[in-house]
């Protein structure tokens, strides 16, 4: 299991494409950084709203990460143990998550322009948030990925089912308060917020043990019921 468990971190990141995608990221959550900073009012310019807009525009990638190391798995010639495929895909969402912590706080601290006049409250929370949206984006890629023969099937569905339930529970007053609850984006706006409760710590569990736990569970209950087709 040891082997195995390396071996998916290897080809995590293991591809010119993979470090590709990486760095695409990466620079993606530069630019919007930038941005960001250039355009926003000075009450605006905080670690926080930084954070917001860079971690959740660099989240949608991440689940990519994942679905494709169930694609490698898919593909393996021998029968291997989904687990070690679902938490390597822990590297590159701390690699994005923590990258994305340092681009924002580089960003913030050398902007020329005027800054809010606590720009750095929340800041420890927010930087253990952003690392934690995107360990929870790496595990819906993977869940949807076994559930899911498609890479595109799978990746526009990271995007469409979790926003459009958000939706579908926002569009109902009743209901709305499940959010933070059901939905990762929920959860997401109150990690990178840093304004965190203990009811909210309890509902970004609920989130994690739904869409990471969850589903990837029964990803790999639907993956070894159709059995695994062998390739080269």
Known sequence: MDGTIRDALRRSLGTPARRWLLVGTLVAGLLAAVALVAAADPADRTFAELSSTV???????????????????????????VLPTVLAVG???VVVGVVGVLICAATLALTPADV??????????VALGSVLVHIVAGLVGTGLGLLSRSVVVAFLATIILPLGLFALLGAVDALRPAQPWLTPFGSVRNLLSGEMTPLRWVQWLCVLLIWGVGLNAAGAALLNRRGRPTGS
Not at 116 to 125: I, Q
Request: aromatic share 8%.
């Open 116 to 125: 809010a006049g606590e720009p750095w409250r929340f800041a420890g929370t």
């Open 55 to 81: 971690q959740g525009l660099t989240s949608v990638v991440t689940p990519l990460f994942g679905i494709l190391l169930v694609r490698d798995l898919r593909r393996a010639p021998v029968r291997l143990p």
């Open 91 to 93: 590297l590159p969402a």
